[in-house]
C-alpha cells in the first residue's frame, strides 16, 4: 500500500516513537516498560533544570539578572529546544534543535565552571551538574550521529 505525504510522515514519526519509547520486558511473570533512549535523555534534562533552578536559588541577590538569570535560561533552553525539535517530526528540523540544544548545553557548562569559580557552587553541586551536562552532551552527540 503506497501511503501518501502527510500519512507516511505520521507512520515514520509514530514508529519512531514506539521503537525509542516502548520497549517492553517481561520479569516474574509481568510487563513493565523500560526506559527508551529520548525517555532517558529528556529526564536527564529535565533533571539538569531542576538541578540547576534549585543551586540558582542560593546564589548572591546581585547576580538575580545576571548569572542567575543566563544559567537558567540557557540550561532551560537545552531541553526546550530538544523537546522542540522531536516534536516537528523532520529530520533536518530535528537536527537543527538538536544543534541549538548542544550550544545551550556547552553556555551551560561553561557557566558550571564560572560559577564555580566566583564561589557560588559548592564542591558537590559543581560535580554533579558538570557529571549530568557530560552525560546529556554524549546524548546529545550520539544521536546526531546517528542522523
Same mark, same amino acid.
Request: charged share 25%.
Given at each position: 500500500?503506497? !501511503?501518501?505525504?502527510? &500519512?507516511?510522515? +505520521?507512520? @515514520? $514519526?509514530?514508529?519512531?516513537?514506539? *521503537?525509542? @519509547?516502548?520497549?517492553? *520486558?517481561?520479569?516474574?511473570?509481568?510487563?513493565?516498560?523500560?526506559?527508551?533512549? @529520548?525517555?532517558? %535523555?529528556?529526564?536527564?534534562?529535565?533533571?539538569? $533544570? @531542576?538541578?540547576?533552578?534549585?543551586? *540558582?536559588?542560593? +546564589?548572591?541577590?546581585?547576580?538575580?539578572?545576571?548569572?542567575?538569570?543566563?544559567?537558567?535560561?540557557? *540550561?532551560?533552553? $537545552?531541553? %526546550?529546544?530538544?523537546?522542540?525539535?522531536?516534536?516537528?517530526?523532520?529530520?533536518? $528540523?530535528?537536527?537543527?534543535? %538538536?544543534?541549538?540544544? !548542544?550550544?545551550? !548545553?556547552?553556555?551551560?557548562?561553561?557557566?558550571?565552571? +564560572?560559577? +564555580?569559580?566566583?564561589?557560588?557552587?559548592?564542591?558537590?553541586?559543581?560535580? &554533579?551538574? !558538570?557529571?549530568?551536562?557530560?552525560?546529556?552532551?554524549?546524548?546529545?552527540?550520539?544521536?546526531?550521529?546517528?542522523?
Amino acid at each position: 500500500m503506497l !501511503l501518501d505525504g502527510w &500519512r507516511k510522515r +505520521f507512520w @515514520h $514519526v509514530a514508529l519512531r516513537w514506539t *521503537t525509542c @519509547h516502548e520497549q517492553w *520486558t517481561m520479569d516474574n511473570g509481568q510487563f513493565y516498560m523500560e526506559e527508551g533512549y @529520548h525517555q532517558k %535523555l529528556g529526564r536527564l534534562m529535565d533533571e539538569y $533544570v @531542576h538541578g540547576v533552578y534549585s543551586v *540558582t536559588k542560593k +546564589f548572591p541577590r546581585e547576580e538575580l539578572y545576571g548569572t542567575t538569570s543566563q544559567f537558567r535560561r540557557a *540550561t532551560l533552553s $537545552v531541553v %526546550l529546544n530538544y523537546i522542540e525539535g522531536y516534536s516537528r517530526g523532520r529530520e533536518k $528540523v530535528y537536527k537543527n534543535f %538538536l544543534e541549538i540544544s !548542544l550550544g545551550s !548545553l556547552k553556555e551551560s557548562r561553561y557557566l558550571i565552571g +564560572f560559577c +564555580f569559580k566566583e564561589g557560588y557552587l559548592e564542591n558537590s553541586d559543581y560535580n &554533579r551538574l !558538570l557529571k549530568q551536562a557530560n552525560e546529556i552532551s554524549a546524548m546529545l552527540l550520539g544521536t546526531l550521529r546517528n542522523m
